[in-house]
């Protein structure tokens, strides 16, 4: 991972169902990412669920994209 790429982190199923649940959304509402980026982690396949941390100038900022 390059020090410039956001951290990104596969969800488990628990977490995936607390997400959910706390935005009142389905999973098919996420924006998605392709299954080809080369800055997904190891491991991950379509249909997981991957929350990005980007880091800004005072904060950090958090996404969740589906693997389509």
């Given amino acids: 991972m390059h020090i410039l790429q956001p951290k990104q982190t596969k ?33 991950c396949q379509r249909g997981n669920i991957i929350k990005i941390e980007r880091k800004g100038a005072e904060e950090a900022t958090t996404y969740f994209r589906v693997i389509a």
């Fill in 11 to 43: 969800l488990k199923l628990k977490d995936i169902q607390e997400l959910t649940q706390k935005l009142n959304i389905s999973i098919s509402q996420l924006p998605k990412i392709r299954a080809d980026d080369p800055s997904l982690p190891e491991g």
